[in-house]
């Protein structure tokens, strides 16, 4: 049997979290800085057409997620991906070595999301979101909880941060394979 991480060189990383919480920002500079490949599914949804249409009243794709999982199993196995998505209970829990939730303020995130025009009810359905702490309680359900860190997204300091603590995660990561 394939153990956990696989032959697997380089780490896979899961960013998870509430909409506006930071996560396509900070992926973008972790990506960058220890160059692995950045894969923001709702990117991917749309440009591959993972979907089954629009859903009206979520103002949102509705991903399928065997289709997406089917997209990404290779590129998965081979290692060093980081994945920026707002929902982690349907990915392959071998997937990820790490499974990060960003987690913001609520004033600061509602400043966030009310700039980027959300209707009222998608709003406070992502304001409760993160009241709620639903994304932390999901991936604590989903993985291992040893395998799961929360980290603060209020600032512009936080995601310097953030971005140094995974680069030296990532550093000190050993394959699998290699032990
Ligand atoms: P997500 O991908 O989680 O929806 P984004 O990365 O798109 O979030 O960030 C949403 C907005 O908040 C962007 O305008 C971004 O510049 C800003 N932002 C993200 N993280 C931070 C942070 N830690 N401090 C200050 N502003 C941030
Ligand atoms: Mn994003």
């Known amino acids: 049997m394939v153990q956990e991480g696989g032959q697997r060189k380089k780490p896979n990383i899961l960013v998870t979290g509430t909409p506006g919480t930071g996560k396509t920002t900070m992926c973008s500079a972790l990506a960058e800085a220890i160059h692995l ?7 991917l949804v749309k440009e591959k057409n993972l979907h089954d249409g629009w859903d009206d009243e979520l103002d949102c794709y509705v991903i399928n997620e065997d289709l997406v999982c089917d997209e990404l199993e290779d590129t998965m196995e081979e290692g060093g991906n980081i994945v920026d998505y707002h929902g982690c209970d349907f990915f392959p829990v ?3 070595d790490i499974v990060v939730v960003l987690q913001t303020d609520n004033s600061v995130l ?23 702490q639903v994304l932390l309680e999901e991936a604590k359900e989903s993985y291992p909880e040893e395998r799961v860190l929360a980290l603060k997204s209020d ?3 936080d995601i310097s941060r953030n971005v140094a603590t995974l680069t030296d995660w990532v550093r000190n990561w050993n394959s699998p394979s290699s032990l």
């Open 155 to 157: 600032t512009i300091e």
């Open 94 to 96: 071998r997937w990820f």
């Open 110 to 132: 509602y400043d966030r999301l009310s700039k980027r025009g959300y209707s009222e009810s998608k709003l406070s359905n992502n304001f409760e979101c993160e009241i709620f």
């Open 37 to 43: 490949r950045h894969i923001n599914i709702g990117e």
